[in-house]
């Protein structure tokens, strides 16, 4: 099965969602789920270079039916602001 990539534009961060649906054992017991049918791999880079990176499952089961969460995942690293604004103190200009 083909992977699908995604470019993802952010606030401040631009990056990428690799969706994975080669699923092997070594998946299933690294990601402690035997039912594993889809996986994300994704990267967010700040614009002052620093990175959110991360993987996880993209399928879960609702009311016995399996559900794809890949648009969730997708609409919330698009949504994503990466990095603390810290609040200027009140003498500060």
Do not use: Q, W
Request: one cysteine or more.
């Amino acid at each position: 099965m083909p992977l699908k990539v995604y470019n993802i534009n952010s606030l401040n961060a631009r990056g990428f969602a690799v969706i994975d649906k080669n699923i092997s054992n070594d998946d299933r017991n690294r990601f402690n789920d035997e039912n594993l049918k889809m996986k994300i791999y994704f990267c967010m880079i700040h614009k002052d270079g620093f990175a959110l990176c991360g993987t996880g499952s993209l399928t879960t089961i609702k009311d016995g039916k399996e559900v794809d969460l890949t648009p969730y995942a997708l609409k919330s690293l698009e949504s994503m602001e990466i990095g603390i604004k810290v609040p200027k103190v009140n003498n500060e200009k």
